[in-house]
Every structure is written in structure tokens, then in C-alpha cells.
């Protein structure tokens, strides 16, 4: 009894051993990842990048935005109170739910350009059948936007352009809508001023997130 106790606990130092042995050499790898990750990304209008291995392994490294608000004062201000509160979790402070943080995220970075989709679209020179599924298929998810543009025939360097555009239009729609719905018109001082509003009221972090696969051996 007393040797497979020894025996069990010798087993447990080692693999707690080769646990923190892992995490350490685990963290050095995600940095050199994270190093070549920010340039790629920062000198291009991705905001995910994947690197691939053997046998499928693949890291997924994605630019992800944290919204938080700085001033409920200046957010009011600028969405009305009955529709912030839709956003908004009831809690003993007020924290703002991730369907708000979606649509004010772009305004916070600056990833958004003021166009519409439907402008995106026409400037891609499709036919008039491509065009209408293009309106269909495209939604502002940038690899999935990508994928369809290549299949119907755009070259993936050009798709990875347009489907940037689309990503920002969609962002600026989104934005447009909820300020609308709160009674700011496009195009007025209001909407300006609500604009620059949520600016002050919020702030958003930019933080790289790394994703491992690989096929599980069984």
C-alpha cells in the first residue's frame, strides 16, 4: 500500500511538473504568436488571421473589441432612456449588454465607414443576378463575405478588400438605425451630437484572442 502511494505521488509531482512546464512554454508561443499576429493585422483590414500547422492544427488569432462605459450622464444624452434600457442588464450597476456593445463597438475604434451597403455593392461591378444575391448572401461577416465573393467569382484579394467595406457599411447601418430609432436624424446636429455623445460616454480596448485546434487522438 505504502509503495503505491509512493508510487502515485511520485506520478502526480511529475505531470504537475510537466503542467507548469506546458503553461510556461504555452505562454512563450502564444507571444511570438501574438508579436507577428499585431503586425499582420495592424498593416492590413483583417481582424482575424489564422496560422496553420500539420495534420490540421491551426491557431486563430482574432482582434477583439471591449466596449465599457465611462459616463451614463453623456450616454443618455445621446440614446433615449426607454431604449438604452433594452440594452442594458439590470443589475446593482449598470453594465450595457453585448447586442449594444455590437453596434456602438465600430464608432468606439473607428471601424466603420459612413456608406451604405447597398453603395458597397454597387461599386463591385457585378451583374445584375450577382448583385441581388450579393444583397442576399452578404452580411458583414468578413471571412464568411470573403468566401461567397470568391464563389461567385471574385479574385480572394479583391474580396478580402470589398468584404472590409461591407463590414464597416454594415457597422455604420447598425449605428444609423439605433440613433434613429432613439429620434436622431441622420444628417442633423442631433445626430452629430449624439454621435460625439457616445464617444465620451464609452470607451472600447482592443485585445487579441487565441484560439488552438487540432484533431483530438483518441
Given amino acids: 500500500m505504502e509503495n503505491n502511494m509512493r508510487e502515485t505521488v511520485n506520478k502526480l509531482v511529475k505531470w504537475d511538473k510537466l503542467m507548469k512546464e506546458g503553461k510556461k512554454e504555452q505562454s512563450k508561443l502564444k507571444a511570438e504568436?501574438?508579436?507577428?499576429?499585431?503586425?499582420?493585422l495592424e498593416n492590413s483590414k483583417k481582424k482575424q488571421i489564422k496560422y496553420y500547422g500539420n495534420e490540421g492544427n491551426t491557431v486563430v488569432?482574432?482582434?477583439?473589441?471591449?466596449?465599457?462605459?465611462?459616463?451614463?450622464?453623456?450616454?443618455?444624452?445621446?440614446?433615449?432612456?426607454?431604449?438604452?434600457?433594452?440594452?442594458?442588464?439590470?443589475?446593482?450597476?449598470?453594465?450595457?449588454?453585448?447586442?449594444?456593445?455590437?453596434?456602438?463597438?465600430?464608432?468606439?475604434?473607428g471601424n466603420y465607414s459612413e456608406q451604405k451597403v447597398e453603395d458597397v455593392i454597387s461599386e463591385m461591378g457585378l451583374d445584375m443576378k450577382k448583385g441581388k444575391l450579393a444583397r442576399k448572401k452578404l452580411k458583414g461577416v468578413y471571412d464568411k463575405d470573403i468566401d461567397f465573393l470568391v464563389s461567385i467569382g471574385m479574385t480572394k484579394e479583391n474580396a478580402g478588400e470589398y468584404a472590409f467595406f461591407i463590414s464597416e457599411a454594415f457597422a455604420w447601418e447598425r449605428v444609423v438605425k439605433l440613433l434613429e430609432v432613439a429620434g436622431h436624424v441622420q444628417g442633423t446636429d442631433n445626430f452629430k451630437a449624439a454621435i460625439k455623445g457616445i464617444k465620451q460616454a464609452l470607451i472600447?480596448?482592443?485585445t487579441l484572442k487565441i484560439e488552438i485546434k487540432y484533431e483530438e487522438q483518441e
Avoid at 504568436?33 to 499582420?40: D, I, S
Wanted: hydrophobic fraction near 45%.
Fill in 33 to 40: 504568436l501574438q508579436n507577428v499576429a499585431v503586425l499582420e
Fill in 61 to 109: 488569432v482574432t482582434m477583439a473589441e471591449k466596449v465599457e462605459m465611462i459616463s451614463r450622464a453623456y450616454l443618455r444624452e445621446a440614446i433615449t432612456k426607454n431604449i438604452l434600457e433594452e440594452f442594458m442588464k439590470t443589475e446593482t450597476k449598470y453594465t450595457l449588454n453585448d447586442k449594444f456593445k455590437k453596434i456602438v463597438g465600430p464608432i468606439l475604434s
Fill in 204 to 206: 472600447v480596448e482592443e
